[in-house]
């Protein structure tokens, strides 16, 4: 069975900084590119970044590129995302998502973690 | 980037009516769409990809369809579990966009 659980999300000031997790199972890890996506309360979907399965190859929004770093570790089956320079329109649920088939969209997802951005 | 409208915001209907959301994407996007249910409270749960290929397990009442810029998600008979907001999503290439989502109420 696929699973996807997130952890390290919590509350953070303006300016702060935050590293979340994803610990995947159920799945050979490495042969799969991951996503992170968030939801602002009472908001729509917003697609974050995504690192590819083998050549880690790296892809970001405009709106958090060069404030935030997606890495993964396949030897942990782990993604991560560092977050920095954190701002009020961060706050979100965060999810990591797995891309099915090479294409971007998502097959399974976590239950997310929430960042709340707040002095 | 290419943005992804769709309609209606929201929408209220009686079981068993047919419920149709449209997505227009800016540009042609070929068939790079997928469509995502969330439940209240709930992750989202992928229903249709490549515009109208249903994923495993999802009931057949859902069906996507179009191509180029416009595309449908319909429900055939609206059930009570399916009220929850549902996103389109083009991915035919960098970044991958969400529609700002539709609302689906039980009237």
């Known amino acids: 069975e696929v699973q996807l659980v997130e952890s390290g999300g919590g509350l953070v000031q303006p300016g702060g900084s935050l590293r979340l997790s994803c610990a995947a199972s159920?799945?050979?890890?490495?042969?799969?590119?991951m996503h992170w996506v968030r939801q602002a309360p009472g908001k729509g979907l917003e697609y974050v970044s995504a690192?590819?399965?083998?050549?880690?190859?790296?892809y970001y929004a405009d709106s958090v590129k060069g404030r935030f770093t997606i890495s993964r570790d396949n030897s942990k089956n782990t993604l991560y995302l560092q977050m920095g320079s954190l701002r009020a329109e961060d706050m979100a649920v965060y999810y990591c998502a797995r891309e099915m088939g090479g294409w971007k969209y998502y097959d399974f997802w976590g239950q997310g973690t929430l960042v709340t951005v707040s002095s | 980037d290419i943005q992804m409208t769709q309609s209606p915001s929201s929408l209220s209907a009686s079981v068993g009516d047919r419920v149709t959301i449209t997505c227009r994407a800016s540009q042609d996007i070929s068939n790079s769409l997928a469509w995502y249910q969330q439940k209240p409270g709930k992750v989202p749960k992928l229903l249709i990809y490549?515009?109208?290929t249903s994923q495993s397990g999802v009931p057949s009442r859902f069906g996507g369809s179009g191509s180029g810029t416009d595309f449908t998600l319909a429900i055939s008979s609206l059930q009570p579990e399916d009220v929850g907001s549902y996103y389109c999503?083009?991915?035919?290439?960098?970044?991958?966009?969400f529609g700002q989502g539709t609302k689906v109420e039980i009237k």
């Open positions: 159920g799945f050979i890890f490495s042969d799969y590119s």
């Open positions: 490549a515009a109208s």
């Open positions: 690192i590819g399965g083998y050549d880690g190859r790296t």
């Open positions: 999503q083009k991915y035919d290439s960098d970044p991958p966009t």
